[in-house]
């Protein structure tokens, strides 16, 4: 009985690519779209992201080996400790606890930004540090409640994504086969690839919740597979968008600015609220239970306070809170 109820627990393939898609999708689409399309050209934008998905999954594919044979939460903790030397692991621990914070820190403010561009009355640093208490408070209840919550926010996040894409088609001036068909320069699109590349990586963040997955060796690789390919079609077609309503793409600064030449005020407030905003929480949501796994592991051998070892009643990891 209780085998079953740790099972109901665990995140399905369904969440899991879902968490993956939430990881993946976040505030860099919106600020490198523009900057890749400038390097690149509009007539190359559509086919570098397809490349530069590609690329992420060659990556991927010693990552993908480990799971397979190492399925524990903790990710490069654990392969570092178990697999090559204890240095190695608790090397990688400080070095994640630190940037962990800072990453957080990072996305918070970014959220900030677009919540105060809705709500100006409000100060920066008070919704930033609002995002991380919520999100921090969240991930105390559990996989099973970080999973669902993260769900219901992609699927707002793909709707406003939808939106852009579906209500710009009808306003685009340069034909999809012409931007696919056109002319690429090669060595402007190994440029453009770094950007958009680092834009597609994220679903690595499963790496780091294995015990919180059903089946990880098989699960997270077909999760991680199914989320890049899906968010790279949806970057490829976000991009289409932006330089066939766009043209003059050396013009384009943000997306935003793109949306308000077809999208009505109301429609805008919602693509502002449900995607940049949305894309920015997904993202903090999954990298607070990555990092919350690499802590426990660590602590788990020794490395940290045996506090940070302790989960509570819902299972989470760090110290009992209700």
Known sequence: MKEQKMKGQKMNLFSSILMAIGSIIGASVFASTPIAIKIIGGNGIVIGFICAALFVFLRSIPEMILISALPASGGSYMYLTRLVHPVMGTWDAFNELAVGVLKIGTMALTFSTYFCMLVPMCPDWLAACACIVVFTVISCYGVKFSSTVQNVCVVVLLIALAVYIIG?????????????????????LWAAMGIMHGSLIGANALYYSADDIENPGRTVPIAYLVSTLAVAIIYGLMAYITVGVEPNFYEIDNLATVAEKFMSPAVWVFFIAGGALLAIVTSINSAMMMFSRINFAAARDGLFPKKIFETNKHGAPGHPCG
């Not at 088609?169 to 060595?187: C, N, P, Q, Y």
């Open 168 to 188: 710009g088609w009808g306003a685009t001036v340069v034909s999809f086969k012409e931007v696919i068909t056109s002319t690429i320069h090669l060595s402007a």
